[in-house]
């Protein structure tokens, strides 16, 4: 059996099957069961900035423009009960003393605000690494892309400053420049690691009762190769850890992430989908593979797919179509 041991964040890890911020790690209970299933590490359910605002500052009281959006005011006091800064602490706590699985904190944040002094809390409650998922849509006019862009190095700075702690960066795929952006990012030394990539909100319209509702909340197995893409085209030109996140249903998947170069793999969708068991079989299919094709660990497979080491490294930059489907009518 191959050794699938790998080390990310500085964090040794036996399999590198880590599970992604979600419901699935929201409680004790879950990350016990994830811990037993096989999981290498887990990301625990991300509290908001929003809600470490409210709580620590008294936002609602103080910041009056929200009482013109009384719907986000509520959503934020009935949340905020439910899931409070001292709940995701104690979260912390109970969770290292429950597995010895490496448990990761995460925040949800858009700004370099008030909350990045919480970072301390985190620290001190236990956690081994903490990160930072941060989405950027380029939707304001008034923005340009070096302003939005500028956010991701405004919140790395300021958050070193407050922890030692190893911290990763989930981002979002949108930018005119991605490589450069990552790149940027990477020699920052402010981060230890880049989750390739966030999962956003998708809107749909009901065309029946005209209202904007929820899309594509789960993601599907063909949704793995904007990150494999990116990837593969990375993991030679950066020196730090790559995450590879979306898409990644099965074992297979697991080991395509890994030979374009990936250090780990974040996973929730096909745990909701297949359950918590299927950490196991997913397992069993990388040993299986692995044994069959004679590689002894993952040091021996990782990057040996990457665009700097494949025969076909245009492959990877390919956006057209024309060469393998041009007879498709």
Same mark, same amino acid.
């Given at each position: ?52 605002i ?18 986000a ?35 949800n944040c858009?700004?370099?605000?008030e ?11 236990g ?11 380029? /939707? %304001?006019?008034? *923005?340009?892309?070096e302003?939005n862009?500028?956010?991701?190095? +405004?919140?790395?700075?300021? &958050? #070193? ?5 190893p ?40 065309i029946?009762?005209?209202?904007v ?18 990837v593969a085209?990375? /993991? %030679?030109?950066? *020196?730090?850890?790559?995450a ?5 249903? +099965?074992?297979k998947?697991? &080991? #395509?992430?890994?030979l ?5 793999v ?6 909701y ?29 990782r990057?040996?797919?990457?665009q ?22």
């Amino acid at each position: 059996m191959a050794d699938l041991s790998t080390k990310y964040l500085g964090l040794n890890l036996k399999n590198p099957i880590v599970v992604g911020s979600s419901g699935l790690s929201g409680t004790v209970e879950g990350v016990k069961k994830l811990a037993e299933n096989g999981a290498g590490a887990v990301v625990l359910k991300s509290l908001f900035e929003e809600q470490i605002i409210f709580e620590e500052i008294e936002m609602l009281n103080k910041d009056k423009s929200i009482d013109a959006y009384p719907e986000a005011a509520d959503y934020i006091r009935n949340y905020t009960k439910e899931n409070s800064i001292k709940n995701y602490l104690t979260l912390i706590e109970e969770s290292k003393k429950a597995v010895s699985i490496p448990i990761i904190a995460s925040i949800n944040c858009t700004s370099a605000g008030e909350w990045i002094g919480f970072a301390k809390r985190i620290e001190k409650a236990g956690a081994d690494a903490l990160e930072l998922n941060v989405f950027i849509l380029p /939707s %304001d006019e008034n *923005k340009s892309g070096e302003e939005n862009e500028k956010v991701y190095f +405004d919140i790395l700075e300021k &958050i #070193k400053k407050e922890v030692k702690l190893p911290i990763s960066l989930k981002m979002s795929s949108y930018s005119a420049g991605l490589t450069q952006l990552i790149q940027k990012i990477s020699w920052s030394k402010n981060v230890d690691g880049i989750v390739m990539f966030n999962r956003s909100y998708s809107p749909d319209i009901d065309i029946d009762n005209l209202k904007v509702v929820s899309s594509n909340v789960f993601s599907s197995p063909e949704d793995i190769t904007t990150s494999l893409r990116w990837v593969a085209i990375m /993991s %030679d030109r950066i *020196k730090i850890n790559i995450a590879a996140s979306t898409g990644i249903h +099965d074992g297979k998947g697991v &080991i #395509k992430q890994i030979l374009a170069g990936a250090t780990v793999v974040q996973i929730a969708s096909t745990l909701y989908k297949n359950g918590v068991p299927h950490l196991n079989f997913m397992l069993k299919e990388m040993n299986a593979w692995m044994d069959a094709k004679g590689y002894k660990d993952l040091a021996s497979i990782r990057g040996k797919m990457s665009q700097a080491k494949t025969k076909n490294p245009a492959a990877f930059e390919r956006v057209q179509f024309m060469k393998y489907f041009s007879n498709i009518e």
